[in-house]
DNA sequence: TAGATTGTTAATCGATTAACAATC
DNA sequence: TAGATTGTTAATCGATTAACAATC
């Protein structure tokens, strides 16, 4: 019985899932259990029940599922099949990390270009993305439009930049600036990764738990 | 009324507390309450009394929070002031660009070194911090101990490096490669960011919801 | 004082876990 | 078939929200 409303937590785990299944495959098991990826995850072989519920059935009593089914459905869930387009808008050093090392290919997406201020970056290259103009963005979406930005622009240009990103119609931010940007626009998605709420976590339980 | 066990919830939470104190402070706010700390934040003021009485009492009847001392307070809990000492392993443009632009002091961390194993890299320095030779490590984390390891070596590397740290005596691990990492020796925290599964999370909703 | 807002207890809500009939 | 394991319903647990006496 497929849900209406999926929780955040639920959604939260099925990248874990498919991580998990990837890795099985590569391994080259083609079977598992709820009860087997529990044990490898630390979770109740229940929860992952209830969590794959929420989208169908992919199990089979008695046998449990098949990894390779199971993963491309969880990845068709998560939209690694969609081919996404992505710009990386701020091409210094973490844009460039990006570019790099993310395997992007691997998540669906596949990066387009890259845009900066800087006039030693415009023009040059990473991992074979060009990076081009801010002042060429505007001209550059409309014939390319894409679905998500990585936006690792300097902290003070978040806003600003975001902003007319949203007007230019972009509907999918990474944000790896430490503002917390949330939509007051209606269709517009901001996913933040805040380096230093997480490393402040860390800070807590080295000297707590 | 100071509680046992905080919950992983509660914890997640004080950082963006902090984030949102240390903007009203900046903006030289000085008095708030849970109500409007709430709405700025999208969070009920109960929760966030709930919140702040899982670690004493910070505000007062009629008046609600002073807003520096609060923020004190919770960098308290969060350890901000406890300067931690902490090492990049791993000089790839990932590690470079948290040496470059994360502001470790704001969250009281003072960078001591980096590390990597290519020679084009060794003996540089980025932001005023020196690169090492990995081969260097062991006699060097005898002489200065650190808290914490931001883990920025390609995936391949992330365990039997990991592993050799933990020999080492480190007990605190920020982890940016995209492998699971989790502890099985007791007091070793691993605080995983995991660029992927924020990705994919964006994938979904950009879809749904 | 009167109004505001806390800290805390009680009520509600939602998420996790347990149980089990269905069935491969 | 007998054993294993699913999907789902029910029970439990924990987290969030509401309510309110205390008090600045």
Redesign the pocket.
């Known amino acids: 019985?497929?849900k209406e409303?999926i929780?955040?937590?639920?959604i939260r785990?099925l990248p874990r899932y498919y991580r998990q299944l990837s890795e099985l495959r590569a391994k080259g098991i083609t079977?598992?259990?709820?009860?087997?990826?529990g044990r490898e995850m630390g979770?109740?072989?229940?929860?992952?029940?209830?969590?794959?519920?929420c989208f169908?059935?992919?199990?089979?009593?008695?046998?449990?599922?098949h990894v390779r089914e199971l993963c491309e459905e969880i990845g068709r869930i998560l939209g690694v099949d969609r081919n996404h387009h992505l710009i990386v808008v701020g091409a210094g050093r973490l844009g460039q990390a990006l570019m790099e090392n993310f395997p992007f290919a691997k998540c669906g997406f596949t990066v387009d270009a890259a845009f900066d201020i800087a006039p030693g970056l415009i023009g040059s290259a990473v991992n074979g993305i060009t990076v081009r103009a801010m002042d060429d963005i505007t001209a550059w979406l409309r014939e390319n439009p894409v679905d998500v930005v990585a936006l690792t622009v300097p902290r003070e240009a978040a806003r600003p930049v975001s902003d007319r990103l949203i007007a230019l119609g972009v509907r999918g931010f990474w944000n790896f600036t430490n503002l917390e940007l949330s939509s007051e626009h209606p269709g517009v998605q901001f996913e933040n990764i805040h380096f230093s709420d997480s490393l402040l976590t860390l800070s807590y339980r080295i000297a707590n738990g």
């Open positions: 019985m497929r409303n929780s955040d937590a639920v785990r079977r598992t259990s709820s009860l087997s990826l979770i109740t072989a229940s929860q992952i029940r209830q969590d794959f519920s169908g059935e992919f199990g089979q009593q008695g046998y449990g599922y």
